[in-house]
């Protein structure tokens, strides 16, 4: 039999924190980088996890009490040398939620660090983090992907906020919304409207069901 | 000590055969499934392999013979019931050659299939190489990746059937060229010509140091 191969999964749990991108953190309650921030992450449990998605959801709730309605997976970080306890396979995911989730489940061990000003982490996890948001930095540009970071409801100019944090970069405001009616993805919640400020009523939207746990992409880029 | 994982490699080996995309199999020379074809695949040595890529290079040279020069991550299938065995991690590659490559390898147990008439494979090859295809079609919209099928030198005309064998369409010429000198991937062969039927000389191509290895994208596609 080959020398034992160790199998886990870390999650690179994103969200939209003060106006720029976060990545949310959890306290290692053991060895090694016991105490360190890191990605919530833990070993596959053959007797328990159907498949690695069903691994990713059970860690990601124990570690932070959060079930994710999108979770998409990243790519997977393997080698001798990214874990003091021998040659290992971390198949990496990403997840996006309203920092609002996160509020609100009230864990001591998570807390939040903006994604362009982390200190360097435990194994190899500022490079996964780094290919996450890559990832969605590429995918803001043509698809749904964002949508997962705004909540349940928002009106148009937060959701075009929530773009901007992904991209980096300022967008303007007539052809993002054309891009959005392109894609499609959102429907206006009947009657609501959201008032901020000295502004007039904006309409809340949200995405249709079909589109909840899942993406949408363009042709063409924003 | 959680029950161990299976943790292996498997490599999607693609090539132009007959104007159509083809995957390379590689009869299995031990259980489970022996005498199949499937894709060439392997355990992870954790004395041997420093990270996946390397495993990954070692096994598709093992099973084939071929050490190709542009190798990808595709994605990780893991589960419980994809193979018998028990619950394991396969880490899946793709590789694209020439078919010239393959075929002066002659390897006794490789041969090509092509990937819209596979019948039904060891394991979850199909959905493997079916993940594949659709990142190839994806990529062949907008980057250089098909010309890793091509060869170290072709014409024009050559190299839009590459293209179009991956994208399963025709594509306009004039369109295609300017999209090639966008990407500015490719460099003329100097003094190389290519004369083929009543048709004339045709400028031989080649891709550039640099991107023979990688790969560069379009901001738009094809």
């Not at 930095?137 to 992907?145: E, F, G, I, M, P």
């Not at 993002?176 to 009947?190: C, G, I, S």
């Not at 409207?193 to 949408?216: D, I, S, V």
Request: neutral net charge; glycine residues 6%; proline residues 5%.
């Amino acid at each position: 039999m080959h020398q034992a191969v160790i199998a886990t999964v870390d999650i690179v749990f994103l969200t939209i924190h003060n106006g720029r991108l976060g990545v949310a953190l959890s306290k290692r309650d053991k060895e090694p980088f016991q105490g360190g921030d890191a990605l919530p992450g833990g070993y596959i449990h053959a007797q328990e996890d159907r498949d690695c998605l069903d691994a990713a959801v059970r860690i990601l709730h124990e570690k932070t009490g959060i079930l994710p309605p999108y979770l998409e997976q990243l790519q997977t970080f393997a080698g001798a040398a990214r874990d003091p306890r021998g040659w290992s396979v971390s198949v990496a995911y990403f997840a996006l939620v309203h920092y609002r989730v996160i509020e609100s489940a009230h864990h001591p061990d998570v807390a939040i660090f903006p994604v362009d000003a982390l200190r360097r982490l435990p194994f190899d996890h500022n490079d996964i983090i780094a290919t996450a948001v890559d990832r969605i930095r590429n995918k803001a540009q043509y698809s749904s992907l964002p949508c997962h970071l705004a909540g349940e409801t928002f009106t148009l100019p937060k959701l075009q906020k929530v773009y901007e944090a992904c991209l980096g970069e300022a967008l303007n405001k007539v052809s993002f919304r054309r891009k959005m009616q392109e894609l499609a993805v959102l429907e206006a919640v009947p009657g609501q409207m959201e008032t901020e400020g000295a502004h007039r009523p904006a309409q809340l939207y949200r995405l249709k069901a079909e589109f909840k746990n899942g993406l949408k992409s363009l042709a063409r880029g924003l």
